[in-house]
């Protein structure tokens, strides 16, 4: 776990490198997220300062863009296809599947830390739908067994 000293350290040395940019917003917040795994609100202010932003418009861009997150993510990530393609092979029956196994919801992680769930709207499986990835691994024709498999494998059973 990141301690908060070092935490304010990354934010602030990706600030300060990047403040001058054109449009430097969110490539601060998507370095800060490739850094940190998510955009601390406590880092809010630092950024709206660095920018004469105020932290009302730093919030709204991370709360508008679904990519970045202000929660930690849990040690793994599985994205799951809500694209038409996916929708139509039961990609909704998954959905309801995955939801009820981890017991959260889109943009959330499990209790312990172990899963978070996110969408995402097309990971170029279309014909193996439905999909999904976690970590770096794509999944295709995942069904509920599939999905129960592919989680246990990853020694962390739900």
Known sequence: MTEPSNMQATVQNITTALKDKPGALLPILHA????LGYVPAESVPAIAKAL???RAEVHGVISFYH???DTKPGKHTIHLCRAESCQA???KQLEKHVKARLGIDFHETTADGKFSLEPVYCLGNCACSPAMQIGEEIYGRVSANSFDTAINE????A
Do not use: C, H, V, W
């Open 89 to 91: 092979m039961g990609g």
């Open 67 to 69: 990519y970045f997150r």
């Open 154 to 157: 990853t020694g962390e059973p």
């Open 32 to 35: 800060i997220q490739d850094a």
């Open 52 to 54: 004469n932003l105020s």
